[in-house]
């Protein structure tokens, strides 16, 4: 017990992550800052899960439940350390309650947005509970040393609704943003054209606005993949599935129930040809970034951010709200090398050691 107390205590890094459904971007954080950083400077908090074949069993992973004996043993760890890293700000008391009454931690914080804990503000149900955890997030924010986004509309939506004074770093920050090169001779048997909706069981993917607006294809020659394993309620679930059948059939639709592991997931988008994402903020880069490098069509709305990020960097994209009855037609072939170029260029290795040597050098 005594030799775990002193290798928290010897962290430089501490990693608190909100929640992690299937590890997806703990696991391959951790083994990326493995292999190119010093690895035993780092120190990963981890909430509870029950899946425990992803556990990474390290002397400087810790799976915790929020309660009073990890308050304490995580101010104590932070008390020396040099910089807290957060993935995603959690709502819990405990968290809420050290960052208000000890703001020396804020201030060697780094927020790494997630979107969801920064679109809070707009998506929250306005009640008394939520009205007082905005009061709480608005004081840490505003105090945070550093926001990490690639998005530079999302830094500006800090400052404007927490009045967030932190050094923006744009970082894509996971390895799951990396550049995807892969074998995409597959065969087809027929000339179907396979459409993914969304990437999660999320409602902010508007599965089912987006159903309605894709009616006008229940007769083409199509596939449409659902992903839902990932972030979403059951109840929601089985609404998203039923109008899917209802419009497409059974034959047509496919929900995608089952969590894939990373290489299944992106022989899955291999197969892809068109991805349309209807969320109504900033959600899945990760997944359009490996789409556009594996020369796919993205839709999505022109009113977020990564919309934004895209067009800033001329990385091509479709819009949902003025191109969506052109879905079927295939993307020209010097739009997708265009697309394939300049995200193996912006997301590749080489950038993302860089971004993190400036995370936790700065």
């Given at each position: 017990?005594?030799?775990?107390?002193?290798?928290?205590?010897?962290?430089?890094?501490?990693?608190?992550?909100?929640?992690?459904?299937?590890?997806?971007?703990?696991?391959?954080?951790?083994?990326?800052?493995?292999?190119?950083?010093?690895?035993?400077?780092?120190?990963?908090?981890?909430?509870?899960?029950?899946?425990?074949?992803?556990?990474?069993?390290?002397?400087?992973?810790?799976?915790?439940?929020?309660?009073?004996?990890?308050?304490?043993?995580?101010?104590?760890?932070?008390?020396?350390?040099?910089?807290?890293?957060?993935?995603?700000?959690?709502?819990?008391?405990?968290?809420?309650?050290?960052?208000?009454?000890?703001?020396?931690?804020?201030?060697?914080s780094a927020w790494i947005i997630w979107g969801g804990d920064l679109y809070y503000h707009e998506l929250r149900a306005k009640g008394f509970k939520s009205n007082l955890v905005e009061l709480f997030r608005r004081i840490i924010i505003r105090k945070l040393k550093f926001l990490i986004t690639p998005l530079d509309g999302d830094f500006e939506l800090a400052r404007k609704w927490y009045n967030a004074k932190g050094k923006h770093i744009s970082s894509f920050v996971y390895p799951s943003n990396l550049f995807k090169s892969l074998d995409l001779n597959?065969?087809?048997?027929?000339?179907?054209?396979?459409?993914?909706?969304?990437?999660?069981?999320?409602?902010?993917?508007?599965?089912?606005?987006?159903?309605?607006?894709?009616?006008?294809?229940?007769?083409?020659?199509?596939?449409?993949?659902?992903?839902?394993?990932?972030?979403?309620?059951?109840?929601?679930?089985?609404?998203?599935?039923?109008?899917?059948?209802?419009?497409?059939?059974?034959?047509?639709?496919?929900?995608?129930?089952?969590?894939?592991?990373?290489?299944?997931?992106?022989?899955?988008?291999?197969?892809?040809?068109?991805?349309?994402?209807?969320?109504?903020?900033?959600?899945?880069?990760?997944?359009?970034?490996?789409?556009?490098?594996?020369?796919?069509?993205?839709?999505?709305?022109?009113?977020?951010?990564?919309?934004?990020?895209?067009?800033?960097?001329?990385?091509?994209?479709?819009?949902?709200?003025?191109?969506?009855?052109?879905?079927?037609?295939?993307?020209?072939?010097?739009?997708?090398?265009?697309?394939?170029?300049?995200?193996?260029?912006?997301?590749?290795?080489?950038?993302?050691?860089?971004?993190?040597?400036?995370?936790?050098?700065?």
């Amino acid at each position: 017990m005594a030799n775990r107390f002193q290798n928290r205590r010897s962290k430089k890094y501490i990693h608190l992550f909100e929640f992690d459904q299937d590890e997806k971007f703990s696991i391959p954080l951790y083994h990326f800052l493995k292999d190119d950083f010093a690895i035993d400077e780092h120190y990963f908090y981890i909430p509870q899960h029950n899946n425990m074949k992803l556990k990474l069993c390290e002397d400087n992973v810790e799976y915790f439940n929020y309660d009073l004996a990890w308050a304490i043993r995580f101010f104590v760890q932070s008390f020396f350390c040099q910089k807290i890293i957060i993935h995603k700000i959690p709502h819990n008391t405990y968290f809420f309650v050290l960052f208000l009454m000890f703001p020396f931690l804020a201030r060697k914080s780094a927020w790494i947005i997630w979107g969801g804990d920064l679109y809070y503000h707009e998506l929250r149900a306005k009640g008394f509970k939520s009205n007082l955890v905005e009061l709480f997030r608005r004081i840490i924010i505003r105090k945070l040393k550093f926001l990490i986004t690639p998005l530079d509309g999302d830094f500006e939506l800090a400052r404007k609704w927490y009045n967030a004074k932190g050094k923006h770093i744009s970082s894509f920050v996971y390895p799951s943003n990396l550049f995807k090169s892969l074998d995409l001779n597959h065969s087809r048997k027929d000339n179907r054209v396979i459409i993914q909706i969304g990437n999660s069981a999320c409602r902010t993917n508007k599965h089912l606005e987006l159903l309605e607006d894709l009616k006008f294809l229940r007769d083409e020659n199509i596939l449409l993949y659902c992903p839902l394993s990932y972030s979403g309620r059951d109840d929601y679930i089985n609404e998203v599935i039923e109008k899917g059948y209802e419009v497409f059939g059974r034959e047509k639709f496919i929900p995608l129930l089952e969590f894939l592991p990373h290489q299944e997931y992106l022989d899955f988008l291999s197969n892809i040809d068109v991805t349309i994402f209807n969320h109504d903020r900033q959600r899945g880069l990760g997944n359009i970034t490996s789409l556009l490098s594996l020369g796919k069509k993205v839709y999505m709305r022109e009113s977020i951010t990564t919309w934004e990020f895209c067009v800033q960097r001329d990385l091509r994209v479709f819009s949902i709200d003025k191109d969506l009855h052109n879905v079927l037609h295939p993307m020209p072939e010097f739009i997708k090398k265009h697309n394939i170029g300049l995200v193996k260029s912006m997301f590749s290795l080489n950038q993302l050691i860089s971004q993190w040597s400036e995370v936790l050098e700065s």
